[in-house]
């Protein structure tokens, strides 16, 4: 059975930092494409970053510069490295990981942005 486990999230200030965890069981992320996505209340859920099973990765204009995707292959773990966050960065976050016709998501992690 495949799960993936977010965690990492809290409330920070803003110009803060947090670094939200992935952790995989089933699967093997290296060979797979994996993605943070966030969603507020309200909207819908949204992009945010993308590695793939070579290293690649990518970034929503709205945090480029600002955070960093990247994977553990010894712990099966994906990171998402959030600095300078503001409030409009506050969000449920979620992973998601694919290989083909495979998709996988975690169950979310809250992120708050406050003073």
């Known amino acids: 059975q495949v799960q993936l486990v977010e965690s990492g999230g809290g409330l920070v200030q803003p110009g803060g930092s947090l670094r939200l965890s992935c952790a995989a069981s089933?699967?093997?992320?290296?060979?797979?494409?994996t993605y943070w996505y966030r969603q507020a209340p309200g909207k819908q859920r949204d992009m945010v970053a993308t590695i793939t099973s070579g290293g690649t990765t990518d970034y929503d204009d709205s945090v480029k510069g600002r955070f960093t995707i990247s994977r553990d292959n010894a712990k099966n773990t994906v990171y998402l490295q959030m600095n300078s966050l503001q409030p409009e960065d506050m969000a449920v976050y979620y992973c998601r990981s694919s290989r083909g016709s495979r998709t996988y998501w975690g169950q979310g992690t809250q992120v708050t942005v406050s003073s």
């Open positions: 089933g699967i093997t992320f290296s060979m797979y494409t």
